[in-house]
Structure formats: C-alpha cells, structure tokens
C-alpha cells in the first residue's frame, strides 16, 4: 500500500524559508520510472503542481516559482524535500505531496496517492 | 494558474447525470496529453477519479466516465448521488511549459 504524508511548519513568516518533507512508504525512489510531486491550493483556490523528482534525480518546476524551489530526495529515508524560499503571504496554501504513475509515458502520468496535506500560513 | 477551463459549478438532482468539461489548448489536451480527473472532498486531500481520458481505478463505480476530443475533455457523472457533492478538477501535461496542469475546478451540487 502506497502512502504518503507532509510535514513541516504550520506557520512561516514573510521572507523566510519554507521547509516540507514527505515521507512515503510503498515504493522506492530509487526504482526506475517512480517519481513524487508537490502540489499546493489557497485556501478557496484551484490546485497548483510546483514541482517533481523521479528516481534518476531528474528535476521538473513551474516556470513561475522556478527561481523559488528546490526538490530533493533521500532514497534511505525514503523522504522528498520541497524548499521554497522568500514566502509571501499569498503562498499560504496546503501543500499537498503525490506518488506520480509513469505506467502511460512521464507526459501522460497521474498523480496517486495524494498525501493528506498540510496547511502552510504565512503571516507576521 | 490554471491552464485548463472548468466550468465553476454544476448541479442536479438525484439520479441525474451531470458533465463536467475541461477545455484547454493545442499544447495540453489537443497535442494528445492524456486528461486525468481528481475529486476532492471537503476538507481532505483530492483523489483519483479518472486516469488515462477514461479509465477508472479500482473502487471507483461505472457512474463516472470520461472523454477526450480535440482540444477538451469530459467528466459525466450518471445516477447523482449526494455523495458526489464535491471539487472536481481535470489535470494534463502542457508541453509548451513542460508542465503538469490542472483545472480552474469544478463544484458539483445534489439539488
């Protein structure tokens, strides 16, 4: 049974650094064709794909938060790491992390399971 | 921000069917990216509904069905039950961004 689940602050404040971990168990990031996501949804708002890391490192971000995130994976810990620094108010969101099914080709892969997700507020 | 156009909101009554469309363009759905739908209850973490344009994983009932044409695809919910009163988005890939993308969502209501 594949499952995951983030953690990380619940509250940041303007200009610092976010910090999430997601930690699944499973499957292994060390096996061809797997990758993990990270998403996130303002409270209200639609859902947001940010990032991905597949098992041979490679990396992918949205263009409009590139210069912002960084992913990461330990394999041993079977954990991924999203960072994303100077947060603003308006990135208060869930944050939401996803295994990724290659079964179709990476460009037609699905996001399943979802982790439970964990909401980030960034205020003063 | 979202790529694909979802209509806001849908609603019907018990045991109607409803549709939810997803329109998006020549470097997302229309380039032949395969259209996938999530529901998400409130409060809790979305959900797969719909891989592959239509294909449904184990558990999900033959109620819910999808389709894809030209630059859009479909969500058809048969036989509403007020257990479906949920967010429903669509999701693709963009090859112009090299991208994941969802939709703008879609609330579903049971009149």
């Known amino acids: 049974q594949v499952t995951l689940k983030e953690s990380g602050p619940t509250l940041v404040k303007p200009t610092q650094t976010l910090t999430l971990t997601c930690t699944f168990s499973g499957f292994s990031l060390s096996t061809s064709g797997v990758a993990v996501g990270w998403f996130r949804q303002p409270p209200g708002k639609a859902l947001e794909w940010l990032a991905m890391?597949?098992?041979?490192?490679?990396?992918r971000y949205t263009p409009s938060l590139k210069t912002r995130l960084t992913i990461t994976k330990d394999t041993s810990k079977n954990q991924v790491v999203l960072t994303m620094t100077n947060m603003d108010p308006v990135d208060t969101a869930t944050y939401y992390c996803?295994?990724?099914?290659?079964?179709?080709?990476?460009?037609?892969?699905?996001?399943?399971?979802w982790g439970q997700g964990t909401l980030v507020t960034v205020s003063s | 921000q979202s790529v694909l156009t979802q209509p806001p909101s849908v609603s019907g009554a018990p045991g109607q069917r409803v549709t939810i469309s997803c329109t998006g363009s020549?470097?997302?759905?229309?380039?032949?990216?395969?259209v996938h739908w999530y529901r998400q209850l409130p409060g809790t973490a979305p959900k797969l509904l719909i891989y592959?344009?239509?294909n449904r994983p184990s558990g999900v009932p033959d109620r819910f069905s999808g389709s894809q044409s030209g630059t859009s695809a479909s969500l058809a919910i048969t036989g509403l039950q007020a257990e479906d009163e949920a967010d429903y988005y669509c999701q693709s890939h963009d090859s112009s961004l090299y991208v994941f993308v969802f939709g703008t969502g879609t609330r579903v209501s049971v009149l």
């Open positions: 890391i597949f098992w041979n490192d490679d990396k």
């Open positions: 592959g344009n239509n």
């Open positions: 996803a295994h990724f099914n290659t079964i179709f080709g990476v460009a037609g892969g699905w996001f399943d399971p």
């Open positions: 020549r470097s997302n759905i229309g380039a032949g990216y395969d």
